[in-house]
Nanobody
Framework: VQLQAYGGGLVQAGGSLRLSCAASGSIFSIVNMGWYRQAPGKERELVAVITFDGGSTNYADSVKGRFTISRDNTKNSVYLQLDSLKPEDTGVYYC???????????WGQGTLVTVSS
């Protein structure tokens, strides 16, 4: 599975961005996809995840009500709508997929989100 993420950028606090991640390769084996982020000097953390069959979602408490994850199975893509952005949302956002019988982890390249105050 290969993942291509894009959509990051610089935005003022309170603004919005939309991240996209397109999967290719053995996409039939994808169980779920999600977004993680890593702020400078901090560990990578879960932001949101969505299953590919039923569309169940899970969010980090810090983004609930502000971020929305969605998927388009016809395009093998997952999206993250980031609204009401805060400076603490700044970081590199990574797309991740779990695929196959043994739930192998695949990572896309990161896309930088910078929120200015």
């Amino acid at each position: 599975v290969q993942l291509q993420a894009y959509g990051g950028g610089l935005v003022q606090a309170g603004g919005s961005l939309r991240l996209s991640c397109a999967a290719s390769g053995s996409i039939f084996s994808i169980v779920n996809m999600g977004w993680y982020r890593q702020a400078p000097g901090k560990e990578r953390e879960l932001v949101a995840v969505i299953t590919f069959d039923g569309g169940s979602t899970n969010y980090a408490d810090s983004v609930k009500g502000r971020f929305t994850i969605s998927r388009d199975n016809t395009k093998n893509s997952v999206y993250l709508q980031l609204d009401s952005l805060k400076p603490e949302d700044t970081g590199v956002y990574y797309c991740r997929a779990l695929a196959g019988t043994f739930l192998k982890v695949y990572w896309g390249q990161g896309t930088l989100v910078t929120v200015s105050s």
